[in-house]
C-alpha cells in the first residue's frame, strides 16, 4: 500500500522568511513524488515533482522540494514567502513499479504567511 | 480541451436522488481520476481509470457509487439515493499514461444534498 503523512495541519511563517512544509511518503517500490497547491475557491494546481536523477526540483512560484530516500520524505520549501503563497498544499505519491497506479495524497497543509 | 472540464459546477440535490457528475478530460491523456474533498479537507481516492485496463475502484465508499469512462474520454460518476454524507467537492483529473505524470485537476462540482 501506498500512503503520505502530511504531520502539520497548518504552518504560519512571516512574509520573508523561510518555509518548510513537511511531507512523509510510504511505498512498496521507489516513488514518485508531487506537491500540489489549491488556492481558495480554485482547483489543485501542479507545483513540482520528483521522479528521478537529482534530489532537489524546483517547480513553480519559486518552491524547491527535496527527496530524502533514507528518511523517506519530500518536504516542500521556499527561501522567502510571499502572503500570496497563502493556500492549502497537498503532498502525493505513487509507486513506482508497482501497487495502486493512482495519485494517493496526503491530508493537507494550510500555510499562513503573515504580513 | 485546455483543461479538464467538470460539470455541473454546482449541484444541490434532495436526499435520495440520484446525480450525475461529468468529466471531460484533456485530450490525449488515457488516465483517469475521481476524488472527493471535503470542506477545506484532503482528497478521498475513489476511482481511477487507465486506458483499457480495468478500473480501480478500490477507493468507492459503497455501492452506491459507480463511475464509468465512454470511449476512453468522456467520464460520469453517478451517485444513487444520495445521502448527506455524501456532500462534498467531487473532483476530477487526468494524465498521460506514465506513472511519472502529474495529474491535472478540473474546477469540481460542488454536490449539496439536502
Known amino acids: 500500500a501506498q500512503s503520505v503523512a502530511q504531520p502539520e495541519d497548518q504552518v504560519n511563517v512571516a512574509e520573508g522568511n523561510p518555509l518548510t512544509v513537511k511531507c512523509t511518503y510510504s511505498?512498496?517500490?521507489?516513488?514518485?513524488l508531487f506537491w500540489y497547491v489549491q488556492y481558495p475557491n480554485r482547483g489543485l494546481q501542479f507545483l513540482l515533482k520528483y521522479i528521478t536523477g537529482d534530489n532537489l526540483v524546483k517547480g513553480s512560484y519559486g518552491f524547491e522540494a527535496e527527496f530524502n530516500k533514507s528518511q523517506t520524505s519530500f518536504h516542500l520549501k521556499k527561501p522567502s514567502a510571499l502572503v500570496s503563497d497563502s493556500a492549502l498544499y497537498f503532498c502525493?505519491?505513487?509507486?513506482?513499479?508497482?501497487?495502486?497506479?493512482?495519485?494517493?495524497f496526503g491530508s493537507g497543509t494550510r500555510l499562513q504567511v503573515q504580513p | 480541451g485546455a483543461g479538464v472540464s467538470q460539470s455541473p459546477s454546482n449541484k444541490v440535490t434532495e436526499k435520495g436522488k440520484d446525480v450525475e457528475l461529468r468529466c471531460d478530460p484533456i485530450s490525449g491523456h488515457t488516465a483517469l481520476y475521481w476524488y472527493r474533498q471535503s470542506l477545506g479537507q484532503g482528497l478521498e481516492f475513489l476511482i481511477y481509470f487507465q486506458g483499457n485496463s480495468a478500473p480501480d475502484k478500490s477507493g468507492l465508499p459503497s455501492d452506491r457509487f459507480s463511475a464509468e469512462r465512454t470511449g476512453g474520454s468522456v467520464s460520469t460518476l453517478t451517485i444513487q439515493r444520495t445521502q448527506q454524507e455524501d456532500s462534498a467537492v467531487y473532483l476530477c483529473?487526468?494524465?498521460?499514461?506514465?506513472?511519472?505524470?502529474?495529474?491535472?485537476f478540473g474546477q469540481g462540482t460542488r454536490l449539496t444534498v439536502v
Open positions: 483529473a487526468s494524465s498521460l499514461e506514465g506513472r511519472g505524470d502529474e495529474a491535472f
Open positions: 511505498v512498496s517500490g521507489n516513488p514518485y
Open positions: 502525493a505519491v505513487r509507486d513506482m513499479d508497482t501497487g495502486r497506479r493512482a495519485l494517493t
